[in-house]
């Protein structure tokens, strides 16, 4: 019984502890919506909240790749964004509340990108 214990502890913590992948664009999921707020969360993470989506998207550490919170709010709170996003489950957010932006683009503007090139 331990050993079969222990493999699924390691099976779980290898789930949880996966990174997101970089995905190609052709790859992502894609949302549109009106942007609500931009925030800091965690470790120089911006989080975006659009109108109407219980969802929740943010950039890993973009703070420390050069983005600027002020600048993001003035550009983008009530305009309209287009967020692309791979698809990831981890069990530490079940329903997918919480989804990583590999792209953000504003107008044809592409505010944000971390994708792979095709």
Not at 22 to 42: F, M, N
Not at 49 to 65: A, H, P, S
Not at 71 to 99: A, C, F, G, M, Q
Request: net charge neutral; aromatic share 8%.
């Amino acid at each position: 019984m331990i050993p079969g214990l222990a493999i699924a502890f390691i099976g779980l913590l290898l789930l949880v502890l996966r990174p997101v992948p970089i995905p190609l664009e052709k790859d992502c999921l894609t949302t549109r919506g009106i942007v609500s707020e931009v925030y800091e969360a965690g470790t120089n993470d911006i989080v975006f909240k659009l109108q109407d989506q219980y969802k929740q998207f943010y950039i890993n550490r973009g703070l420390e790749r050069g983005l600027e919170l002020n600048k993001l709010r003035s550009e983008l709170i009530s305009k309209e964004i287009t967020i692309k996003y791979p698809k990831h489950w981890t069990p530490l957010d079940p329903v997918n509340s919480i989804r990583h932006i590999s792209k953000v683009e504003h107008e044809g503007r592409i505010v944000f990108s971390e994708l792979k090139a095709d």
